[in-house]
């Protein structure tokens, strides 16, 4: 859904990353609305799951500035100079955003339900009753009810990515990061995660996801990026991204994918 | 000659207050010294972890010292060595109206100091071998440091832990018998007092040698115990509790076979 508010929540302007002497993110210029779902495609190695993985500052970026609402990320600003964050202002700046993963990362020690009241009690304060009850609610937007008490090992990877969104939901984020959330599903357990992602998308969260998935991106983003060697080489609304319009080189990956 | 039986029986059934109390000092001795050990291993093991290089060849070098010496020379050198050259002389004190004497400290102190140093390697494997992706996950809730060890690192590192650390203890459970050198009164020496006056040593040690064998017996069965509670995540029937882990433990379910069938 295109929002009407046009205030970008995040921006990055000429992000880069390296790696040793790798560049991996060579100036990476992006304004994410608040309330776009916002799409990122691109080959292997193009950079697009380190600069998600950036926002939420799972990694450092060495150059430009990227900003999430008010928030530098990872720095502040002393005269001209840029000097790290102590690490409690990280974990403050991470609060209010929400990660997935392609590996779901449930925490496997706990059942489900402890799993998503984790970050509420100990993080944020919350009462474990109050915690719990959220927890239920989220469980039953993404259809996981009946499974609160199992344990991650006992659930299929569709379910576990579901508990997982729950999880990362709980935290009240206004900033959702997916990174390859069915990459790691078979192709039936793909669907009921991406219905479940399409319903967070229709209820205005902000989400940057990165996807192989073409057909989910055309249906339920705004607009949809494509990163390759650490840059963005373009971006359009779905309908013009996999249009005839489009650049040869995007042309030449899309028809890789099909 | 031959094994007398009625002797033998009659010190198991009948051990009296000195041997009780020589068997109570065996089993706390063993236990305080893992206590510290473990404590010691924590702090080694993430010390070994640490991201300042000082912390980290400071804890590989206890490590690689302490493995190098023979229990058996530490416990004499902290004891008997130390005070030769009137570095420190251990002497008695009371806790709580308990009366620890010198020996029995610098023993526990002792066994302490030589498991640290395998309790290290233990720790330093168990965090390890915690995946990334858990860790990360945690950050990316807005964990703290201190938190993500705490609820998660530690938590998923006991599982790998408890089972060498049970190996541990019952080693240490055993390895108490040396501090009868340095005089600490534990059922070895008790035993071998008592082989020196009835010239039963066989009868005697046979009876001590059952003893250990109790010890390690029970202690086995406290790890499957705790082993099954930390296994819960991958075990069918709930083990929500310390009672349904012995349950589970003593009553494992069977795994299914190839029987036969129709077809």
């Known amino acids: ?258 | 000659m031959g094994f007398d039986w009625a002797f033998f029986i009659e010190r198991i059934v009948n051990p009296g207050a000195p041997y009780l109390n020589a068997l109570g000092r065996t089993v706390t001795m063993a236990v305080l010294a893992m206590l510290l050990g473990l404590l010691i291993g924590l702090v080694v093991g993430f010390g070994r972890l640490s991201r300042f290089a000082v912390i980290r060849s400071a804890c590989a070098f206890y490590v690689w010292f302490i493995r190098g010496i023979p229990v058996l020379v530490l416990l004499v050198m902290l004891f008997s060595g130390m005070a030769a050259a009137g570095l420190f002389r251990f002497s008695d004190i009371e806790v709580f109206g308990l009366k620890l004497t010198a020996s029995f400290q610098a023993a526990v102190i002792g066994l302490a100091i030589h498991e640290g140093a395998y309790m290290a390697e233990i720790v330093r494997n168990g965090v390890q071998s915690v995946a990334r992706g858990q860790v990360e996950a945690a950050k990316s809730l807005g964990m703290s440091p201190w938190q993500v060890t705490w609820r998660i690192v530690i938590p998923q590192a006991t599982r790998v832990i408890v089972p060498p650390f049970g190996n541990d203890f019952n080693h240490m459970l055993k390895t108490t018998s040396l501090a009868s050198v340095i005089g600490v009164q534990e059922i070895f020496l008790l035993t071998e007092a008592m082989s020196a006056t009835t010239f039963k040593s066989f009868e005697l040690l046979s009876v001590v040698a059952l003893n250990y064998l109790v010890l390690t017996a029970i202690w086995n069965t406290i790890q499957g115990v705790i082993e099954t509670r930390l296994q819960a995540h991958e075990i069918d029937r709930p083990v929500r509790t310390w009672w349904q882990s012995l349950v589970v433990y003593l009553t494992p379910s069977p795994s299914p076979s190839a029987g036969e069938r129709r077809i």
């Open chain 1, 1 to 258: 859904m295109s929002s009407t508010d046009r205030k970008p929540l995040v921006r990055a302007l000429g992000v880069r990353k390296f790696f040793g002497q790798a560049e991996v993110l060579r100036g990476v210029d992006l304004e994410v609305m608040r309330g776009e779902v916002l799409c990122v495609i691109g080959p292997s190695g193009s950079g697009k799951s380190t600069f998600l993985r950036c926002i939420n500052q799972l990694e450092t970026y060495q150059g430009g500035k990227l900003y999430v609402g008010d928030d530098l990320i990872g720095y502040r600003q002393q005269g001209d100079r840029l000097l790290p964050l102590a690490s409690s202002q990280v974990v403050m700046q991470r609060r209010r955003i929400g990660m997935v993963f392609q590996q779901f990362n449930l925490f496997w020690h706990m059942t489900v339900l402890e799993n998503i009241i984790e970050a509420p009690v100990r993080v944020l304060g919350q009462p474990a009753a109050q915690a719990r009850e959220n927890a239920m609610r989220l469980l039953e937007r993404v259809g996981l009810a009946a499974k609160a008490d199992a344990y991650p090992m006992k659930l299929s990877g569709g379910q576990q990515q579901r508990a997982a969104i729950a999880r990362a939901l709980a935290m009240n984020p206004e900033l959702m990061l997916f990174d390859e959330p069915t990459s790691a599903l078979d192709p039936e357990t793909t669907g009921e995660v991406l219905a479940v992602i399409s319903e967070l998308a229709s209820s205005g969260m902000t989400m940057i996801i990165v996807t192989h998935e073409m057909g989910f991106a055309r249906q339920v983003a705004d607009r949809v990026v494509f990163m390759e060697e650490g840059q963005i080489r373009h971006q359009a609304a779905p309908e013009q991204f996999f249009g005839e319009q489009a650049p040869a080189r995007l042309k030449a990956f899309l028809s890789t994918i099909h």
